[in-house]
């Protein structure tokens, strides 16, 4: 079995697609990761042939750090975000 994530979309999957970058496809969609499953091992994937196969037996722990990471994730994705917002020229306004 195999799993794709990260859908590549927009001016980043035109780019690959000039460029000839390798990329997962499925029904006209397109990503840059995949998962894949055999009865001993699971297997993550990237598009540049990278990967990092997991154990069945320490998939669990696999997923615990992943959820821990992802707490982390969040928050680096929300600090991006403000500091985003910040160095924007948009105009905030407060009236009473």
Do not use: W
Not at 38 to 59: A, K, M, N, Q
Not at 71 to 87: C, E, N, P, R, T
């Amino acid at each position: 079995m195999n799993i794709l994530f990260g859908e590549v979309t927009g001016e980043y999957l035109e780019s690959c697609l000039e460029l000839g970058s390798p990329l997962f496809r499925v029904e006209n969609k397109y990503f840059d990761f995949s998962v894949d499953m055999c009865s001993s091992h699971f297997s993550i994937s990237d598009t540049l042939g990278r990967y990092v196969p997991i154990g069945v037996e320490e998939f669990e722990e696999f997923y615990q750090a992943v959820k821990l990471a992802r707490g982390y994730a969040k928050a680096m994705a929300k600090a991006q975000y403000v500091s985003d917002l910040v160095d924007s020229d948009e105009t905030l306004f407060v009236c009473d």
